[in-house]
């Protein structure tokens, strides 16, 4: 009897790896219960040439205790059609985590970006720069770029214990949308040249430095990139059109840190008497000089910058994914001995429909490292090599690197775990049932005549 025992238990064990791997318990768990919602940021109008650059505070976001598994966007029109590229070109768009004290006017607040400071304590990710604080954010690659959080892991989010008493969590949206239909200069305007905007002084009034050609100071919301004489276009409204999925919390969700690396960091590390602190500077934006011309060949002119940058925390790598413009030809994230913890290509496109417009990256390659093979530990050493195509000239071109890690990983499953985790959900007809059992049988069965002949099997620990 004990040997049927065993022999079921081994059945279901197989049984349950085969339907198991490689997604693993959470699985069978979570996929079904994956909740997912679509949202529309609010309205932003566009004309040709024109720019918006704006953050909407209390956007439409999924409410609770939950841990977040995918956030996916793109431009749509009015009738929802989405919009290519080299129409409305998507510069980026961030999403930003935020407590705001209730009855405050934070979430109401629309445009402008000052709220009382005492209002709005903002949630910022877990990495090392203090201006790239978001939770989710990408540009053109919005459409062909894979953002899901493989389980058991997710984006805890809407701990009532978290929040401080008084506030709730709210989610902010910046977009930055750059309408290129008839312009001159469809490169030059998504690369923020401030010649072709006409721009002297930032946002803010200031004297830009004369030697600076191009990047976000010049593209700031309602400037205007220069248009063909003649050309006519309709303002017209466009979204951010918004695909959250997401599970409801519970214990078996490992939460995940987000980073994000800037290769335009150049850390100070500062030692005072208490002990050592690290201050870093993202850019965020740098330039591309052209290659000389005596360079024959163009695949010869590449451009690569790299930076060092110490790791803030501990973590498995569970997610990898870099950020780069057009001219980039892809990002690796190194150890500091060289091994490749993850390098991010991007695609471009060669059509004109949305999703594949031609010149543009229209996707960036991710990382799904197995988990738990890759641990990366607080004081260590990265390396960030962001590499362009210098044929041309680029200002306001990115090398962001951004990826989550977990604190741990799930301990390997044992068999009745995942059975008493997952038997609800497995949806197996009366039928699948029998023939379990049925299968179970023989098998026990074999094992029983095996042992007794003398064959020795081995039970499995459970
Ligand atoms: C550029 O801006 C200046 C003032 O800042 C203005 O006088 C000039 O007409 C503008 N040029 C174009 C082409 O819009
Ligand atoms: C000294 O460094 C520690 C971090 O190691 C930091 O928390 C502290 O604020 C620093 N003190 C001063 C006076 O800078
Ligand atoms: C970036 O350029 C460097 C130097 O040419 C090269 O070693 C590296 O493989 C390149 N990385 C990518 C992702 O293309
Ligand atoms: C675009 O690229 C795909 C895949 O590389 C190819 O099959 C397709 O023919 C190309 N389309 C055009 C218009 O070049």
């Known amino acids: 009897m004990r040997n ?12 349950l790896l085969g339907l198991s791997l490689p997604h693993s318990q959470a699985y069978l768990k979570n996929e079904k219960n994956i909740k997912s919602a679509v949202f529309l940021s609010p309205k932003f109008v566009l004309g040709p040439g024109s720019v918006e650059n704006k953050y909407y505070f209390g956007i439409d976001f999924p409410r609770g205790h939950i841990a977040l598994k995918s956030f996916d966007a793109e431009v749509v029109d009015e009738a929802g059609n989405p919009i290519p590229l080299h129409e409305t070109y998507l510069h980026h768009w961030v999403i930003m985590r935020y407590y705001a004290r209730k009855d405050s006017e934070v979430s109401a607040y629309d445009g402008n970006r000052v709220v009382r400071e005492s209002d709005f304590i903002p949630v910022r990710n877990d990495g090392v720069c203090h201006n790239i604080g978001q939770y989710f954010g990408l540009g053109s690659e919005t459409r062909g770029t894979e953002t899901h959080i493989p389980d058991p892991y ?6 009532p214990d978290e929040i401080p008493a008084g506030y709730e969590e709210g989610w902010m949206l910046n977009v930055h949308a750059i309408d290129t239909r008839g312009v001159e200069d469809r490169l030059g305007c998504t690369e923020c040249k401030c010649d072709l905007y006409n721009v002297t002084v930032d946002e803010y009034g200031n004297p830009l430095r004369p030697d600076y050609k191009g990047g976000l100071r010049c593209c700031y919301d309602h400037t205007q990139c220069r248009v063909k004489d003649g050309f006519e276009g309709v303002r017209r409204s466009l979204y951010l059109k918004y695909t959250v999925r997401w ?18 960091d150049t850390e100070k590390r500062l030692s005072n008497s208490t002990g050592l602190s690290i201050e870093h500077h993202c850019l965020v934006e740098y330039e591309v000089e052209p290659c000389k011309a005596t360079s024959m060949a163009d695949d010869a002119c590449s451009h690569t910058r790299w930076t060092s940058v110490t790791m803030p925390t501990d973590g498995y790598i569970i997610y990898g994914v870099a950020h780069q413009h057009s001219g980039g030809t892809g990002l690796t ?4 001995d060289g091994e490749v913890i993850c390098t991010s290509i991007p695609a471009y496109g060669n059509g004109t429909e949305a999703g594949n417009e031609a010149g543009y990256i229209v996707g960036m390659s991710t990382c799904y490292p197995q988990p738990g093979s890759i641990k990366l530990t607080a004081g260590e050493t990265l390396i960030v090599e962001s590499n362009y195509s210098s044929s041309l000239h680029h200002t306001g071109v990115m090398g962001l690197f951004y ?10 499953y044992s068999f009745f775990h995942v059975l008493s985790n997952n038997y609800k959900h497995m949806n197996l007809s009366a039928y699948a049932w029998a023939a379990v059992i049925l299968l179970g049988a023989v098998v026990a069965l074999r094992y029983h005549r095996r ?3 003398g064959d020795g099997y081995q039970p499995i620990m459970v």
Do not use: C, H
């Open 4 to 15: 049927l025992y065993q022999g079921w238990r081994i059945l279901v064990a197989i049984l």
């Open 154 to 159: 997710g984006i805890e989010i809407g701990n």
């Open 333 to 336: 994230l190194y150890k500091e």
């Open 247 to 264: 599970v409801d919390w519970d214990t078996s969700v490992v939460p995940v840190k987000i980073l994000i690396l800037d290769v335009t």
């Open 403 to 412: 990826f989550m890690v977990a604190d741990r990983v799930p301990q390997p």
């Open 451 to 453: 042992n007794k002949n």
